[in-house]
């Protein structure tokens, strides 16, 4: 019987090819790798953008229907605005429901109830400020009940929360931007203020914030600017 012998030759990966296949493999897993960074970094700042307009235009919406209510006086009663310092007759009656206006606070009154009084009712008298220091807009109700006053304090509105530092909100940096501007029945920006207080048929509010956090993309806080304008049709009734 003839036996043929075969001789089978093995070759495997020389040292120099499995290099290469490791140092090509890196190239592609650092590249996808890199991928998923930047998608979870634009992720994380579409987010925060989204969060930070929310916030801004939630405040807007809250500030403009409650200042479109300012003078709202129902049943035309007389001697019905009060100063909102000391709760007696106001010094000017002609301010009606804006006893103070200035570019970074704005008190509006108006009976809600209606029972001929201001104050006698939650929210029937309101300041808003901007807390430059604490970069935050803030919320103050008065009660007037019998010529006593009774206040909630300058409330956080919008912006960081000095009791709770840990809540991560955004920042109010109007700066130098007024929170508030007004204008006539013209479209003239009124500037001699509060003697003209009874001349605005108009108000513009201007929020510039920005985010707690960084943008990932950046490494700055997104910055955003937002306005509403606001007409108090009851301020400008005549009776």
């Known amino acids: 019987m003839l036996r043929t012998n075969k001789i089978v030759t093995e070759q495997g990966f020389t040292l120099v090819e499995l290099v290469m296949a490791v140092a090509v493999g890196l190239v592609i897993l650092t590249a996808v790798l890199s991928a998923v960074v ?28 409650e200042i479109r209510m300012a003078s709202y006086n129902p049943l035309y009663a007389t001697g019905l605005w009060v100063d909102p310092h000391r709760c007696d007759a106001a010094a000017d009656p002609g301010r009606r429901g804006i006893q103070e206006a200035t570019a970074s606070a704005l008190t509006i009154e108006m009976d809600l109830d209606p029972d001929g009084l201001c104050g006698s009712s939650p929210n029937e008298i309101i300041r808003y400020a901007y807390d430059r220091l604490s970069q935050r807009i803030t919320r103050e109700t008065v009660r007037c009940t019998a010529g006593n006053r009774t206040s909630s304090g300058a409330q956080p509105f919008l912006g960081p929360i000095p009791s709770n530092t840990a809540v991560r909100t955004l920042r109010v940096v109007n700066g130098a931007t007024p929170l508030f501007r007004y204008y006539d029945g013209t479209g003239a920006e009124i500037v001699n203020l509060p003697a003209e207080i009874r001349r605005i048929r108009r108000i513009e509010i201007v929020l510039v914030v920005e985010s707690a956090d960084a943008d990932p993309r950046t490494g700055e806080p997104r910055r955003i600017a937002f306005s509403t304008s606001v007409v108090p049709k009851n301020h400008g009734v005549q009776f």
Not at 49 to 62: C, K, S
């Open 38 to 65: 930047a998608g979870q970094r634009s992720s994380a700042g579409i987010e925060r953008r989204v969060t930070t307009g929310q916030d801004a235009r939630i405040a807007l919406e809250i500030m403009g229907a």
